[in-house]
């Protein structure tokens, strides 16, 4: 049962890997557009409900329309969990709304014991009322406060990050229950709180708090790197160069290349030197890369083995062969073909071509039937909201 981005991108990796996804939507309620509102968010692609947000994280899957607030449509739920015998049941909605519906645990385990169910909410069952929104979360957790210049405001990712790690703890959890399941034939609850998933990721800033770190090393840093000196972006004669020195080992061979000799002396020979020069580091090091264009810097430092690269918009990237080969496709109703995102490992098998994102409700009478019901009980439940 799933919506926005969250669940979704959870529930595109299995159908990358060829499970059969059902997306459940919501019957109309009169409050608004029916079903997922990121159907209506983007530039029409095929149609009034499918347009380009909508597009990429739901390839690949069906789509059923449910009244569940009302009894009957409880009912639906639960003989398609047994008549279909599902594995598992996912949903991105707000606690509060899990035992109303119908979908909590214990309902749905009641009806079949061995199902793996798994939910996705800002803070988990301990905060039922609370909506999860990425960029609110990356504000409260503080992601806002790491990203942007040290000089400006805190800055929103560019990519909803913690909605993405949450369908990724989804897929990674479910794999994981379904393993149990095989060793102990018992079905389990998964609860992932956005802002727990998150935090899980403030590895390299949050544990600094207990060694009396300096505020300067959990605040922002516009693209430096807070340890590790000089790691920052630098401006060419035709553009910008993005440099990564890890170790002095690099730092030696940085400053072995003929171009770069000027700015090594013996202060800056350790890591920790070059901390108490860094401003001046930054400093050198622009003055020496805005002497040359872009490929004549990334030559000197390929030679030297230091991690560096131009700065790609998504076009370039897109074009890159190491991932111009690996992108996964789907074709529109009228014989388009859309380019997405490549999967995020390679599966033996798997398919690159999804099908295209279903329309709200398409399948619900499909399905319904597969589950046993008559077309006359199908009418029935149409014709009194149930279903759509």
């Excluded at 990203?147 to 897929?171: C, F, R, S």
């Excluded at 090594?264 to 580091?281: C, K, L």
Aim: proline share 7%; glycine share 8%.
């Amino acid at each position: 049962m799933e919506q926005a981005l969250s669940l979704p991108s959870a529930t595109l990796r299995f159908a990358q890997l060829g499970w059969r996804v059902i997306r459940i939507e919501a019957a109309p309620s009169g409050n608004g557009l029916p079903g997922d509102p990121n159907r209506y968010i983007g530039s029409r692609i095929a149609d009034d409900d499918r347009r380009s947000y909508f597009i990429a994280p739901n390839v690949g899957k069906e789509a059923i329309a449910l009244n569940l607030k009302d009894a009957r449509g409880k009912q639906v739920l639960e003989r398609l969990i047994t008549a279909l015998d599902v594995d598992v049941f996912c949903c991105n909605t707000v606690p509060s709304r899990y035992k109303p519906l119908g979908i909590d645990y214990a309902t749905l385990s009641a009806v079949k014991p061995d199902l793996i169910w798994a939910g996705i909410s800002a803070m988990g069952p301990e905060y039922p009322e609370t909506p999860g929104y990425d960029p609110v979360i990356q504000a409260m957790c503080g992601y806002m406060e790491v990203t942007g210049d040290p000089t400006g405001m805190p800055t929103v990712m560019g990519l909803p990050v913690i909605d993405l790690k949450a369908g990724d703890e989804v897929y990674a959890n479910v794999l994981l229950a379904l393993l149990e399941r095989h060793e102990t034939g018992r079905g389990k609850a998964i609860h992932v709180s956005m802002l727990q998933a998150a935090a899980s990721w403030l590895i390299t800033v949050l544990p600094l708090i207990d060694f009396g770190c300096e505020p300067n090393e959990i605040t922002r840093a516009g693209n430096r790197h807070r340890k590790f000196i000089p790691t920052n972006v630098y401006p060419a004669a035709d553009g910008f160069v993005y440099l990564a020195i890890g170790s002095d080992v690099q730092w030696k061979r940085l400053t072995q290349s003929p171009k770069f000799t000027s700015i090594a002396n013996s202060v800056r020979e350790t890591n920790e030197g070059r901390h108490i020069e860094q401003e001046a580091i930054h400093r050198d090091m622009a003055t020496v890369t805005m002497r040359y264009r872009v490929d004549e810097i990334l030559a000197d430092l390929r030679a030297a083995t230091i991690p560096a690269t131009r700065i790609f918009d998504v076009r370039q990237v897109r074009e890159l062969p190491q991932v111009r080969a690996k992108l996964t496709r789907t074709v529109t109703p009228n014989g388009k073909i859309i380019h997405m995102q490549p999967p995020a490992v390679d599966v033996p098998g798997a398919s690159a071509e999804m099908r295209f994102p279903p329309k709200y409700g398409s399948d619900t009478r499909r399905v319904l039937a597969e589950a046993g019901y008559a077309a006359h009980d199908v009418d029935a439940l149409t014709a009194a909201g149930v279903i759509v």
